[in-house]
């Protein structure tokens, strides 16, 4: 292991020799920048700053605005273009709300964002349009007048729709057939896309990046079920499919690929799918919902997935969806950062906040195999090994045993699900809330709905490996899976597998071009393992090169694998740093002390490996300990003000932030 130079990794990682020419996956040569690098859909320049070597970018792939039927954001009236202003570092307005209803505060981001997709939810932009908007033929209905007199009781009259297995729109709303619903969303969700339009940087500046994009919302009973449906481009189709519309995964793609790409009218339009918040799932996010098992029916569910749905949201403000400790069914040892922001916790008795039923004490177990659990979005209900991510990725590999396809073969990215309008406000210190009734310190501090409130966390970011900034590249990026989530910080990891790398590869000035000839990058498959061959895997991460970020503490190499009695099995695997260094944050100040790296490198051989065994490997980066949010906020109440969560323990005082790459899998010949 060798701590490299922060001077030295960034301007490699970043701004690597643009006009060189560097390997692809399969080892041949890539074009130069100037030649076929990203495939381009739309009429528009190259990047200035690009390289063949790709550079990371961040945003955020999960913002809602008020748009969105039960975002915080229609207290202020935040729009999709607001959103996209305050991501480019533009202040919005924001709360608190004044006496006469409108927002009173500003906000601003740490630091602007290289691109966002507002994801308002796809069901409900109609009905909300309906029962908001004084000229709609619905305004005085009965309806819409309680819908609109209290936030929460729109948001549950509206919600109760996508908390069922068959979903169908409200008639006394949107009529018998549901035309006056669907006729009165055309409105924002062309705004939506003119949103994204007008913010997106075509010229060859290439400063900022937006998609067209929106929530698949499907809650069958209050378990989470959510996709966002991002699009490559601007051809997009005339309305979402929503949950209404296709209340499975399968359906979802089915009735995306109706209304877009060739033979439809859309020929142009390309979309791919991400779900998010798995740990609130109840099981409903294995493979395979709505459908038969039999052979032909998985593997064509498994192709279509593999086509449509290639990365997986690991962390946002309702909490980590890597890992639970104590499964029976996934043999672990167990890793006490399954505990950072975790509200899911096998064995703990919960206390749920429910719209339906008030306060209600509720042990979390794990599923009965093959069944599902309910109100995993009130933090409740059983727990599945799929609801989360490491674990997920086991059953993956298990099902390309059987079938010869793996349909949890996802890559990784964070997000925030900010329901403020807020992309990217992930600062610890200056988190200002994601929800309703997050407002103060006060509310923040106390339990929430929905697992918010002193529950909650400012959510992360998504990191791209992308030659530009710009749509093409990044949706390919996403696409090959060469992306990466942080828990807010914009760390910068990099992960790569071969099968002869040099045990001192850290120290060479070419070693991104060695890695890329050499083997493949994260969201790739090792192959060619020769008799006797072992995995080389090259690990490196630099820090959050901002004045105030932390150093990092450790690299962790996850491995997932299924033994030959079909056991499957997850280990953590500490390859560079150490959690021993004496890293601690001083909760009076907020000052870190301890050693630290700006940077990390590792070259490790897997002398466990297997050939004749599916495995799965990822990276996981670690910074020193720093303030959680809640921390902040407690200090800024009066000692006497102040609630028991400041001073019980019930919550940590600090927190260690994170980054998780894409896996690398390895499927014997």
Same mark, same amino acid.
């Given at each position: 292991? !060798?701590?490299?130079?922060?001077?030295?990794?960034?301007?490699?990682?970043?701004?690597?020799?643009?006009?060189?020419?560097?390997p692809?996956e399969?080892g041949a040569a890539?074009?130069?920048? +100037?030649?076929?690098?990203?495939?381009?859909t739309g009429d528009?320049?190259?990047?200035?700053?690009?390289s063949?070597?790709?550079?990371?970018?961040f945003g955020?792939?999960?913002?809602?605005?008020s748009?969105s039927?039960d975002?915080?954001?229609n207290s202020?009236?935040?729009?999709?273009a607001?959103?996209?202003?305050?991501?480019?570092?533009?202040?919005?307005p924001?709360?608190?709300?004044?006496?006469?209803?409108?927002?009173a505060?500003?906000?601003?981001?740490? !630091?602007?964002?290289?691109?966002?997709?507002v994801t308002?939810h796809?069901e409900?932009?109609?009905e909300?349009?309906?029962c908001?908007?004084?000229?709609?033929? !619905?305004?005085?209905?009965?309806f819409c007048?309680?819908?609109?007199?209290?936030?929460?009781?729109g948001?549950?009259?509206?919600?109760?729709v996508?908390?069922?297995?068959?979903?169908? &729109?409200?008639?006394e709303?949107?009529g018998?057939?549901?035309s006056l619903?669907?006729?009165?969303?055309?409105?924002?969700?062309?705004?939506?896309?003119?949103?994204?339009?007008?913010?997106?940087? &075509?010229?060859?500046? /290439?400063?900022?990046?937006t998609?067209v994009?929106?929530?698949?919302?499907?809650?069958?009973?209050?378990?989470n079920?959510h #996709?966002?449906?991002?699009?490559?481009?601007?051809e997009?189709?005339?309305l979402p499919v929503?949950?209404?519309?296709?209340?499975?995964?399968s359906?979802?793609?089915?009735?995306?690929?109706?209304?877009?790409?060739?033979?439809?009218a859309?020929?142009? /339009?390309?979309?791919?799918?991400?779900?998010?918040?798995?740990? %609130?799932?109840?099981?409903?996010?294995?493979?395979?919902r709505?459908?038969?098992?039999?052979?032909?029916?998985r593997?064509?569910?498994?192709?279509?997935r593999?086509?449509?749905?290639?990365?997986?949201?690991i962390?946002?403000?309702?909490?980590?969806s890597?890992c639970v400790?104590?499964?029976?069914?996934?043999?672990?040892?167990?890793?006490?950062?399954?505990?950072?922001e975790?509200?899911?916790?096998?064995?703990r008795d919960?206390?749920?906040?429910?719209?339906?039923?008030?306060?209600?004490?509720?042990?979390t177990?794990? /599923?009965?195999?093959g069944e599902?659990?309910n109100q995993g979005?009130l933090g409740?209900?059983?727990?599945?090994?799929?609801?989360?991510?490491?674990?997920?990725?086991v059953?993956?590999l298990?099902?390309?045993?059987?079938?010869?396809?793996?349909?949890?073969?996802?890559g990784?990215?964070a997000?925030?699900d900010?329901?403020?309008?807020?992309?990217?406000?992930?600062?610890?210190?200056?988190?200002?809330?994601a929800?309703?009734?997050?407002?103060?310190?006060?509310?923040?501090?106390?339990?929430? %709905?929905?697992?918010s409130?002193i529950d909650?966390?400012?959510g992360?970011l998504?990191?791209?490996?992308?030659?530009e900034?710009?749509?093409?590249?990044?949706?390919?990026a996403m696409?090959? #899976?060469e992306?990466f989530?942080?828990?807010?910080?914009?760390? #910068?990891? &990099?992960?790569?597998g071969?099968w002869?790398?040099s045990?001192?590869l850290c120290?060479?000035p070419?070693l991104?071009?060695?890695?890329?000839a050499?083997?493949?990058?994260?969201g790739?498959?090792l192959?060619?393992?020769g008799?006797?061959?072992?995995?080389?895997?090259?690990?490196?991460?630099?820090?959050?090169?901002?004045?105030d970020?932390g150093?990092?503490?450790?690299?962790?190499l996850i491995k997932?694998?299924?033994?030959?009695?079909g056991t499957g099995?997850?280990?953590?695997?500490?390859?560079?740093? +150490?959690?021993?260094?004496?890293?601690s944050v001083?909760p009076?100040?907020g000052? !870190?002390s301890?050693?630290g790296?700006?940077?990390? /490198?590792?070259?490790?051989?897997?002398?466990?490996?297997?050939?004749?065994?599916h495995?799965?490997y990822?990276?996981?980066?670690?910074?020193?300990? +720093?303030l959680?949010w809640?921390?902040?906020?407690?200090q800024?109440?009066a000692?006497?003000? &102040?609630?028991?969560v400041?001073?019980d323990?019930?919550?940590?005082?600090?927190?260690?932030?994170?980054?998780?790459?894409?896996p690398?899998?390895?499927?014997?010949?």
């Open positions: 292991m !060798r701590a490299v130079p922060l001077r030295f990794l960034l301007p490699v990682v970043l701004f690597a020799f643009p006009a060189c020419r560097a692809s399969d890539a074009p130069s920048v +100037s030649g076929a690098v990203v495939t381009r528009r320049p190259a990047c200035l700053d690009a063949p070597l790709r550079q990371a970018l955020d792939l999960h913002v809602h605005t748009f039927f975002a915080a954001a202020t009236g935040a729009t999709p607001d959103a996209y202003r305050f991501a480019k570092g533009e202040s919005i924001f709360w608190p709300v004044g006496e006469d209803g409108a927002p505060g500003s906000i601003t981001i740490d !630091r602007p964002l290289d691109f966002v997709a308002d796809g409900f932009l109609g909300r349009s309906l908001r908007d004084p000229e709609s033929p !619905r305004y005085d209905s009965e007048t309680e819908f609109r007199s209290n936030q929460r009781t948001m549950q009259m509206l919600g109760a996508i908390t069922t297995e068959t979903p169908s &729109r409200i008639e709303l949107c018998e057939d549901g619903c669907l006729e009165w969303a055309k409105s924002p969700w062309e705004a939506i896309i003119e949103a994204a339009e007008d913010a997106y940087d &075509r010229t060859e500046a /290439c400063s900022f990046t998609f994009g929106y929530e698949y919302t499907g809650t069958p009973g209050i378990s079920y #996709r966002n449906v991002i699009f490559r481009g601007a997009v189709p005339d929503s949950y209404v519309d296709a209340p499975t995964d359906l979802l793609w089915q009735g995306l690929d109706d209304v877009c790409g060739e033979g439809t859309r020929p142009g /339009c390309d979309y791919l799918t991400i779900p998010h918040n798995s740990n %609130l799932a109840n099981g409903r996010m294995a493979p395979y709505g459908l038969d098992t039999t052979l032909e029916s593997r064509a569910y498994a192709e279509k593999l086509e449509r749905e290639p990365i997986i949201e962390f946002q403000h309702k909490g980590g890597e400790n104590g499964l029976s069914s996934v043999f672990a040892e167990p890793d006490e950062l399954c505990g950072v975790a509200v899911r916790v096998l064995g919960e206390t749920v906040q429910s719209l339906l039923a008030g306060e209600t004490t509720l042990r177990e794990e /599923c009965p195999e599902n659990g979005m409740a209900g059983c727990v599945d090994r799929t609801d989360f991510v490491r674990s997920a990725l059953v993956g298990e099902e390309e045993m059987e079938t010869g396809l793996n349909p949890v073969k996802l990784i990215i997000s925030t900010t329901h403020t309008a807020t992309p990217g406000a992930v600062a610890e210190e200056d988190w200002r809330g929800v309703s009734v997050e407002q103060t310190p006060g509310e923040r501090l106390q339990p929430g %709905l929905l697992t409130g909650g966390n400012p992360g998504a990191g791209v490996w992308a030659v900034n710009s749509r093409d590249a990044i949706f390919e696409e090959r #899976r992306v989530g942080t828990s807010g910080p914009r760390i #910068r990891p &990099r992960f790569f071969g002869d790398y045990a001192n120290d060479q070419d991104l071009e060695q890695a890329y050499g083997g493949v990058p994260m790739g498959d192959t060619g393992a008799d006797g061959a072992t995995p080389t895997l090259l690990a490196f991460a630099a820090r959050d090169p901002a004045d970020a150093l990092l503490q450790q690299l962790q997932g694998w299924v033994d030959a009695d099995h997850t280990r953590v695997i500490p390859v560079a740093g +150490s959690p021993d260094n004496g890293a001083d009076a100040t000052e !870190r301890g050693d790296h700006d940077s990390l /490198c590792t070259v490790y051989r897997d002398e466990d490996f297997d050939p004749g065994l495995a799965y990822y990276l996981r980066v670690v910074e020193n300990p +720093s959680r809640s921390w902040h906020d407690c800024r109440l000692p006497e003000n &102040r609630p028991a400041c001073s323990g019930s919550y940590p005082e600090s927190i260690q932030e994170m980054a998780w790459t894409s690398i899998w390895f499927r014997p010949e």
